[in-house]
Nanobody, 124 residues
Framework: QIQLVESGGGLVQPGGSLRLSCATS????????MGWFRQAPGKEREFVAS????????SYGGFVKARFTISRDDAKNTVYLQMNNLKPEDTAVYSC?????????????????WGQGTQVTVSS
């Protein structure tokens, strides 16, 4: 089993940037594809980004439009989400997830393990 802990959320003004981190522990990080999802109040969970276990393949939700970048540091067992040009509609709880099945999925059912989430609020 793998444990996930997100950090880096907070309050940021529109147009600002944040970098979210997801630190993992437990089983070998390099065995897992990783994903980021978000959920705003009253809305369903939404796919943000994913990265393969090798780091060679990434995928993004349609709303991202080159504003976000997912990356992983296998030496630190950590996956990151760099978010630039943030908008008020990006306000949500952001959660990272891990898939041990080799699936670089865009659906939450593709992932077996989840962190608790970190709040991102974009407001002036």
């Amino acid at each position: 089993q793998i444990q996930l802990v997100e950090s880096g959320g907070g309050l940021v003004q529109p147009g600002g940037s944040l970098r979210l981190s997801c630190a993992t522990s437990g089983r070998a990080f390099t065995n897992y594809a990783m994903g980021w999802f978000r959920q705003a109040p009253g809305k369903e969970r939404e796919f943000v980004a994913s990265i393969s276990a090798t780091g060679l393949s990434t995928s993004y939700g349609g709303f991202v439009k080159a504003r976000f970048t997912i990356s992983r540091d296998d030496a630190k067992n950590t996956v990151y989400l760099q978010m630039n040009n943030l908008k008020p509609e990006d306000t949500a709880v952001y959660s990272c997830a891990a898939s041990g099945r080799g699936v670089v999925g865009v659906e939450d059912v593709d992932y077996e393990y989840w962190g608790q989430g970190t709040q991102v609020t974009v407001s002036s």
